[in-house]
């Protein structure tokens, strides 16, 4: 099997603004490795460094020792970035353009030639039905239809992998199902997702594996069988890596 | 390159789609107009007079359109978070930065044309002259010079979050220059002795924007520069622009951006 996301001895320490202060460690030596064709779910508590290996994996934030590939190029080189797609966690998109614009300047960007720039646009605006708004400012959009434009334009290069940052956060119940419904479609092509979340459900429902992160550190990696085995369900096993004791009270 | 393109695209759609920009806009091409409507006389001193303050005033507006929209580019982009999605995709922040100049520097171009273009009409329609090659020659010197004020701009706005402070240092900055360019090597010979040197080595170690300020030669009818220096003084700006660009690069190429 090859991986397809990989990290390596991940460390990552974000310097503190003040001079004196020591740097906060988001990263301590992080193994991670995510295969073609897998929905991989990435868990863990707030605060344990799930976005920080996004960042590093996107380039936003670099490594302070270790190294990060995707597709088995470094990190560090746009172009480890040709097939991916990105969902962050909470963003907002040029709001003077229309949503069409915005995929047509992304796919500009991918370098997609212009027939096939028309064909995914049309297909992406109808997969996450902003057609009848495609041709009003983004300023005019709910937070909803927001994160749809945040979806279609993570699809817009046909990606092989896609990253998405708590993709279904903030959505209502029928945009969350939306979501897992294109998370399913998109493993049935044979792509790769690799996604963070909270919610324990809907990860048991979608993932062939997940790894459990805390203060930075891979704390299980397998499949959901796998890390649920002597526990009631992944929730508590979920707790019980992350060090929570229940009140023996209750 | 047409990743570079497609952002300056974006800065240029951003600016036309701004009220703000077109009110500066306006009350420039108005005064510019209104100042046509005086009555010149035939008096030469008048006709120059309002010349000056037509060219000033073009300049004045260029400068305050290139900064402010130089300045907020980047620090926009991050609060808007909208840098997130855009650096996901394969595209190096060292063609964010180029692409963030092109579009300033197209748009300042666009209007620099547009003020020129009205200057031209309403001074040939009163003098009857239409000295274009004159005209060509200061807004291409006065775009040159705006090229190396974007980039410098660009690169306050990397070390500066706040865009109302990046435009305010430079607009301080580029004014003084301006102003006291010329005359910094003969400050300086009168000043004792540490900052004699310190004032000559700024002489020489600064971007002369005043070298760019043709406005004299367009008011005072004094003919053209020869070419080849507007050919050497677009190479000096050009070599300026680099250099700022070069350092905002550096700037921003390790710079953390989290989400
Ligand atoms: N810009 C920053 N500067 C300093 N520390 C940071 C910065 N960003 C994150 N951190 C710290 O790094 C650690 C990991 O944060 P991260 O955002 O990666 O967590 P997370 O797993 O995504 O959490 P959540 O589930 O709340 O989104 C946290 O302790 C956080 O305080
Ligand atoms: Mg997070």
């Given at each position: 099997m090859t991986a397809i996301l990989q990290t390596q001895k991940l460390r990552v320490e974000y310097r503190s603004r003040e001079l004196r202060q020591a740097g906060k460690v988001a990263l301590r030596g992080l193994d991670l490795e995510v295969h073609a064709g897998e929905v991989f779910g990435f868990l863990g508590p707030n605060g344990a460094g799930k976005t920080t290996t996004m960042n590093v994996l996107l380039g936003f934030v670099p490594p302070t020792s270790g190294a990060a590939s995707l597709f088995g190029i470094?990190?560090?080189?746009?172009?480890?970035?040709?097939r991916i797609g990105y969902l962050p966690e909470l963003t907002y998109y040029y709001?003077?353009?229309t949503a069409e614009e915005l995929l047509r300047f992304y796919a500009k960007i991918f370098g997609l030639a212009r027939a096939e720039t028309d064909r995914r646009i049309a297909s992406l605006l109808k997969l996450v039905e902003l057609e009848s708004a495609?041709?009003?400012?983004?300023?005019?959009?709910s937070k909803g239809m927001q994160q749809r434009v945040g979806l279609a334009q993570s699809l817009i290069n046909n990606p092989d992998l896609l990253i998405l940052d708590e993709?279904?956060?903030?959505?209502d119940p029928l945009g969350r199902m939306k979501v897992r419904e294109i998370i399913q479609r998109l493993k049935e092509q044979g792509k790769t997702v690799f996604f963070s979340s909270h919610e324990l459900g809907e990860v048991e429902t979608i993932c062939d594996r997940v790894a459990i992160v805390h203060q930075g550190e891979l704390k299980a990696v397998g499949t959901v069988a796998g890390i649920s085995a002597?526990?009631?369900?992944l929730e508590q096993a979920f707790l019980k890596l992350v060090g929570f004791q229940p009140n023996p009270a209750s | 390159m047409s990743k570079i393109f497609a952002l300056a695209g974006v800065v240029i759609r951003e600016l036309y789609r701004r009220k703000d920009f077109y009110v500066l806009f306006v009350l420039t091409a108005l005064l510019t107009l209104a100042a046509g409507a005086?009555?010149?006389?035939?008096?030469d001193k008048i006709v120059r007079y309002v010349k000056d303050i037509c060219l000033l005033l073009i300049w004045v507006s260029a400068l305050v359109i290139a900064i402010v929209t130089t300045a907020r580019q980047i620090p926009a982009e991050r609060e808007a978070r909208t840098i997130f999605p855009l650096l996901a995709k394969p595209v190096s922040r060292a063609q964010v930065i180029a692409g963030k100049f092109l579009g300033c520097w197209l748009a300042s171009g666009v209007a620099l044309v547009v003020f020129y273009f009205f200057f031209a009409v309403i001074t040939g329609s009163k003098e009857?002259?239409?000295p274009w090659a004159v005209y060509l020659e200061a807004g291409w010197m006065q775009w040159a010079m705006l090229a190396i004020v974007i980039a410098m701009v660009l690169l306050g706005s990397i070390y500066f979050a706040a865009p109302s402070s990046t435009s305010t240092i430079s607009l301080i900055v580029v004014v003084g220059i301006l102003l006291l360019g010329t005359h910094l090597k003969v400050i300086a010979l009168q000043q004792p002795e540490p900052l004699q040197s310190i004032l000559t080595a700024a002489y020489f170690f600064?971007?002369?924007?005043?070298?760019?300020?043709?406005r004299d030669f367009v008011v005072y009818d004094m003919g053209r520069v020869p070419v080849r220096a507007v050919a050497l003084a677009t190479v000096y700006a050009a070599v300026w622009t680099w250099i700022f660009l070069l350092l905002a690069w550096l700037g921003f190429r390790r710079k953390n951006l989290t989400t």
């Open positions: 470094d990190v560090r080189q746009p172009i480890a970035r040709q709001k003077f353009l495609a041709k009003r400012p983004i300023r005019s959009y993709p279904t956060s903030g959505l002597g526990h009631a369900n | 005086v009555n010149f006389f035939h008096d009857h002259l239409w600064m971007p002369h924007l005043e070298w760019y300020d043709l």
